[in-house]
């Protein structure tokens, strides 16, 4: 039994990992923490959400520095579900524990610090770390991540946008000087637990949002080697993404090197092809820790169109986390 | 054209409510306060409510002790879309300027005066001006709002409610002693706009609230004259209500009975009866001034099943005052 | 290794179960049968239902008389989810190779066989079978059904209903000549998988139907040994059914009488009470196989509240199923 | 008063256009026609659309080979409601009467006939009128409008993404040779009134369909003069589109002349740009007669990111109509 502890367990993405980790065989939850500053410490997490009921009755514990610094003497993972800020900042008294750490934030996803503060509003504290963290899109780096002290979890959009795009660009499929765009639709979960009037149910209804500026951009542009135009949008359903995805093809790409670049993943029980002519829905990765894609060609134009569907808390967070534990300490389920 | 001021403009009641005011060829919008302490202060109505863009593009005033009392100059009515304690404070400055005034609050609605600690948690300020207050179901009190200088417009579920039970309790048809049940379900919008989890998005789904201690009880029951026991839900849809309720009939009620006490409606183009075994759905009156009822009988039990349907925001709030601000001005659309 | 069959695989309820039994690690999906007439025969369960790619891609088998006739052979349970009358006209077949039933329609519900013409529209082909089968309410009978040959799986509603029902009547806490009165809302999912104008996506929003007939009323009057006033109503989502119920309680019922009915499912992983002041949401629910119970009195009044919240197609149907499968075949994870 | 009849009345965009036309001061609804197989004939209008009792009651009339000549004896103008190929086999006798004929299907949206058989599945009947036809985009149009005997009223897709993209060509803003990328989501409402698994509410969630392939794409292409990649998606809401579009735009374009295109809406009651840093939400035009338009330019790279939201019912339909119906006739509100 792996013994893992999640730092900022009460939001959504924390709650839904606290629930994987709870329900895995090999895994244990050894803590679950929030903010000192949290009203909601001493609380079970099931008392915030009541489907948690007799799964997670775990209370949740204030982030003193006594608890802090007593992490390490339980678990041997840590999940940090906090602030892009407060994860870069926690992680070297995590790591000095001795502890996996599991970033679940942007803390450490870019090697360039400079991005911290275009894109994030803040300097990187640790800088030094960013060379060291692996980031841990599943499916590309079982390597990295089985030999990985720090593991910076995917963003949800990259993760829906890169399981499309690698494929593609590992094999040269795409034009070069092309820019392929990404128009993806997430559900509220993936703006947070907070309340706000952007969030208040009457105000919901599909809009796109960060246009041109939002920093999964770079984070995708970074682990594809491509430059692309990602355009975000918040759709009025809890839980799911979409990314619909137009790209120029390279001269002389045909059907057959689209079907060999996606053929890589299978087998896979997470990433999954659709038959020709199914198209995914939001509804059908809700919930679930898996991605679909789907794609066709535009013979004349040499435009292809792939689709890719998750579940945004899921494989867009908690559930790709966990294949990182597995992963990184070796376990069944792993891949 | 009669000129009418709203305030408490940039709620959600107050919007819809202008721009009511504002297409009525008769009416004209003389202006929009806000509270003193409003962000929105200074803003167009449409820079909050896009789809008012061209259509209410007047900006919110502050409403400062000087604006407060220069209404009147202007304006032969005023619309309160504020707090149950707000309305209550404001509206004696308001008629002392002679303006007839529409309180679309729960400020008004009890001639006893000790409802409101025990159900609104604040001693009324004015109780000498509850006995003044003419309660403003359209249908049934044109008369007395005609002369009124003061309409407190009812509540949304009262609307849907009483639209339904007050012919019942007139024909003397519920049963001496029973209790109705009083089913409903609301769209978010009853709420209010300012942000809250409860409101959330990722939070709202069916779920009872105020069980056996909503404030609406005591509005339905006092205007009905008959106890009842009210339920109140919040569904997860943005505009209208459906209330549900079950009747133990007195004793040799038939269904002639019930047609003619429904009967009273025809000819009525906000309260509509639908044919025999058609039920109302909350979008078939989203967004309309109208009220649709259908009801049916258990002959063996002396059951009947009544339901009712409205826009919560229209025929439960603004349409409805806009109707009691016709029928108080004799304008054309008054019924 | 318990070998199990579903006979009507393709809809959402034999979709829910296969999958649930194709998880469970003591049960095997031993043959997913269609209708000789169905269009989806020979495609894997998972063509119909992208989500159970790589779960369930089980082939879906026309039910000829040769393949029925052979069930028997590889299985030792089967499941029924098909329409009333075919399962009534399977069953005896099924039996009499030794098969144990679930029935998961109205087939085996009633043993007052009258019961069917009235409310289902047909003739009840084999009466004698209505006394044989046990109703699979899984909390309130698992001697019966551990011991059951044929195993009528409770109704969605019914199941709401009397699981917040049942502990009152039980406790004889129900006033005398009282009627109960229920309101729920059902998911579209609950009207099954075939396209209609009624659960058409436009067509969809909150409602009443059935009102004063809807067989599960009888079904629900039956088990509870109790007169109510059922109410369905359709609601704009896809799972779970919230059910809200009025009861008039008996003189002198406090509410330590009613902690300690609503007591008996302490310890239940499957039917949990709220804390006090929390109400069940349907979300909470929606894909899982809980129940949420919630309870409120009106000391002066002696009126109860009790809102029951489960998922129309797990509780409500398959997980209900599994639990009955699992009671019945004395498997570990029965309670 | 101008008399107009509308056909295929019974459907989403003809019970919008009938109510339109009914409650315009200058119109009046002389007829409302459904085909002979309809199991719809002789109901009145508001038995299928609840929400039209007492707005529209006329009944519908079968569209006998007699009732279909007797139409230009008490209407001027005719509205086509109907299937694209019903829609060009009545067109030529609906002329011969007299009538101005507004088709609102795809029958007579393009000069060349060969896109019939290509896209729409049927060799065109009358292949002459095709030059005839006016393409009926309102605001870009009205000249040609108010001399035409037959208008092709827009499709929805094209509308919402002609309106943002016509100024950028028209002021050859647009790289040559590059390949605008409209990504569009759909209300339900886009599919029509027939029932169909696709449109089932459990299986409608955001989705692509139609990808590299659909009709509307080469009428986009046709009325900007250039190539698209067009991808339509089905969104989980009733009313309304989005299309937001990524353009790459010539060498030295920038803001000001982005402004200046676009400023030719300015004083359009209908066509409006939002103030910079808003974007268009769905429920901000759904029932509306409006398109909201924002946009944004990356500098850097040359790329604009426009968005275009109306209802796909109202501008993308039956409100443009509207709209060169009284274009055509001179009336009041015409622009």
């Known amino acids: 039994m792996i013994q893992v502890a999640v730092i900022g367990g009460s939001g959504y993405t924390g709650a839904v990992l606290a629930k994987l980790i709870a329900s895995h065989p090999q895994l244990s939850l050894s803590g679950l923490y929030v903010s ?100 841990g899109l599943a499916e590309w780096a079982p390597e990295a991540i089985a030999q990985a002290q720090l593991v910076a979890v995917p963003g949800c959009y990259p993760t829906a946008s890169l399981l499309a795009l690698k494929p593609l660009a590992q094999a040269g499929l795409i034009a070069n000087g092309s820019l392929p ?4 639709v997430s559900g509220v979960s993936g703006a ?3 309340a706000s009037q ?22 995708i542009e970074t682990q594809l080697g491509h430059d692309v135009v990602f355009t975000p949008h918040l759709g009025a ?3 799911g993404i979409l990314a619909t995805i137009t790209v120029a093809l390279a001269d002389g790409v045909n059907d057959q090197d689209l079907a060999e670049a996606y053929g890589q993943y299978e087998g896979s029980d997470k990433v999954q092809l659709l ?60 891949q």
């Open 36 to 135: 000192e500053a949290s009203q909601d410490q001493g609380k079970p997490l099931s008392s915030l959400y009541p489907e948690l009921l007799g799964l997670v009755d775990l209370a949740l514990t204030p982030l003193t520095e006594g608890n802090l610094q007593a992490i390490g003497q339980q678990a041997q993972a840590v999940c940090l579900a906090t602030e892009h800020q407060i994860s870069a900042e926690l992680a070297p008294q995590l790591l000095a524990q001795g502890l996996v750490v599991f970033d679940l934030s942007g803390g450490h996803r870019f090697e360039d610090a400079e991005v911290y503060p275009q894109f994030y509003g803040f300097e990187h504290p640790q800088p030094a770390l960013l060379n060291e963290a692996v980031y």
């Open 181 to 184: 765009v990404i128009n993806a």
């Open 192 to 194: 947070g637990r907070k």
């Open 198 to 219: 952007t969030t208040s149910f009457c105000n919901v209804s599909l809009t796109p949002y960060g246009v041109l500026g939002h920093r999964h951009q770079p984070e």
């Open 237 to 239: 359903f809890k839980r």
């Open 275 to 334: 038959p020709a002519g199914q198209w995914p829905k939001v509804d059908d990765v809700a919930g679930t820790d898996r991605c679909l894609l789907a794609w066709k060609r535009d013979e004349q134009r040499q435009i292809l169109v792939v689709a890719s569907a998750i579940d945004n808390l899921m494989k867009g967070a908690a559930s790709q986390a966990l294949q990182c534990i597995l992963i990184r300490f070796n376990l069944g389920g792993a």
